[in-house]
Each structure stands twice: as structure tokens, then as C-alpha cells.
């Protein structure tokens, strides 16, 4: 995972690179960062079956039109194996110096749960994801090992997506597990779906990161508003736990960090139709590492300035 909120070592590994192909990728800026700065030693090939994507952001050096397995193919032929040994050391030294990591002191984290979900999983559950803080957090611990198994609304940041999506998962892939990684935000805007779950008596689990705020929103605010925080704080949020029940829905919390694998392997093991699992998560946790918009991919935050910022005077 590169980009915005990706891995530092991957985004080392673009940065430092003197070739990288994009293929059926878009070159956006939640990838490139800053353009004039992206992968200036690099060779760049763009490999598309819509031309009309080659050089609206990025200037490739090589275009190839065409369906991305037939180009693939028609390449593989051609390339010479390189001395790849420095290049994949120095991609490991990146690895073990800058790994996905969290605090393990204080409240009960996102990323330790959803690296505790990816271990009951084992990788193999069907994911969706809603949009927000835990989204990219989903996206940093929980590791599909199949393709089409992680649904998310992309570029289109669809808040509300990831429980419908998981519910229609369900439909597809009834042999698999299907966990819909949510918000306390974007659960609101189609929570009544629940209804549809239990309805049809979906296997879907959902797991609702609840802070009590629009996270990435307020990350935001934080880091570049001078922690100005408006219409962020969902101090009114219901109690989803009872909420889900009176769906007749199972519903599960999780409160301690202790609580986390027995309750999520109590949920993934629950065969009785949907499940809800409410996990009461830190308030202000951000999310590292990020690129700051406009910035290049050196220019990476692995993690919060030492300096505590205090909410200004007017702020709502």
C-alpha cells in the first residue's frame, strides 16, 4: 500500500525506484503526491485500455493501449531478469526501519483491532470498508490473500458504502465471511440496512469503529487547520450495540484491549445470521503514516508532532 496513508517502506520503494508501471491505475493525487517531485529518476510506463487516461496527470515516458493481460503478456516475453539482489536488500532494510507499528499503551486502538481481526480471520474474509480513518487503517492491517476480496468505494468516498457492500458480498460469496469495516459516521447513513440483514439472514458481520467523531476529518482540522474542529464531533451518536438488538440483530462490544481476540473470535464464530461488534476506540487517534497534500513522498509523517495542540478559542 503506497500513497497518502501507505506504508512507509512502499512509499520509499516509489520514491527510490528507476522504473515503475502503472497499470489500469490512475496516477491520482493521493498516489503521486507532488507531480514535479514524483519518482523524478524513474522510467514511467502507463499501461491503460482507455487512452484517454495517459498524461492527465502524470507525463509517462512509454503509453501502451491496450487490455492489461493481453499488454502483460505480449511483455513478458521481451524483459531480461536484472541483478535485482541491492535493490530487494535495500527494500527489506525499508521494511524492518519503518514498519506499520501503533502504541500499545493507553485506550483501546483501531489498529489493534483490526490487526487482531486479520489474525481471527486469517485473511481469508471477504472485507468492506465504509470511508474515514478506519478505512485506511482496514487497508493497512487487514491483508486480503485472495483478489475481489476487498470492496471499498475508492476515489468515489462513498460514506455509508461498506455495510450495503458486505450485505450484497454476502449474496456473491455465501461460502465466505464477510466482515463490513464501518464508522460511527457513515454506519448512520444506511444503518437500516440492518433490517435487510436480518431479513434475509446474512452471515455479515460488521465491526464499527466508534470514536464519537468524522475521524479523517478531524485528523484534518488537526494537522492543518490549526485544530479547528467544526461539525466533527458526533457527541449524539445512539448506543449501536442496542441499536443492532433492536433489530434483532446479535450485537457484541468491546471496551479493553484485553477484550479484543476473545470477542472478535466470539463474532466471527457466531453462525446465528448478522452481528454487529461496537468498539469503543481512542476519541483522537490519527492515522500515520500520511503525505500531507501537495507534499512528495519524502516529505512522509510517520507520526504525530511532539507538540500537543490545544483547541483555539471559537472553536464549534
Known sequence: MLGMHGTAYANKAVAGCDLIMAIGARWDDRITGDVDRFCVDAKKIHVDVDESEFNKIIQPDVCLHGDARLVVEDLVPRVEMADTAPWLKQCAEWRKRFPLKYPKQGGLRAQHVLDRLHHVTGGDAVITTDVGQHQMWAAQFLLSKSNRHW??????????????????????????????????????????????????????????????????????????????????????????????????????????????DRILTQAHEYDGGPCVVVAEVMKEDNVFPMIPAGASLDEILTERPKEKLEKPVGST
Open 151 to 260: 470492496l471499498s468505494s475508492g476515489g468515489a468516498g462513498t460514506m455509508g458504502y461498506g455495510f450495503p457492500a458486505a450485505i450484497g458480498a454476502s449474496f456473491g460469496r455465501p461460502d465466505r465471511d464477510i466482515w463490513a469495516v464501518v464508522g460511527d459516521g457513515g454506519f448512520q447513513m444506511t444503518l437500516m440496512e440492518l433490517a435487510t440483514a436480518k431479513i434475509h439472514e446474512r452471515r455479515t458481520k460488521c465491526l464499527i469503529i466508534n470514536n464519537n467523531f468524522l475521524g479523517m476529518v478531524r485528523q484534518w482540522q488537526e494537522m492543518f487547520f490549526e485544530n479547528r474542529l467544526s461539525g466533527v464531533d458526533l457527541e449524539g451518536n445512539p448506543d449501536f450495540a442496542k441499536l443492532a438488538e433492536a433489530y434483532g440483530v446479535k450485537a457484541f462490544r468491546i471496551k479493553r484491549a484485553g477484550d479484543v
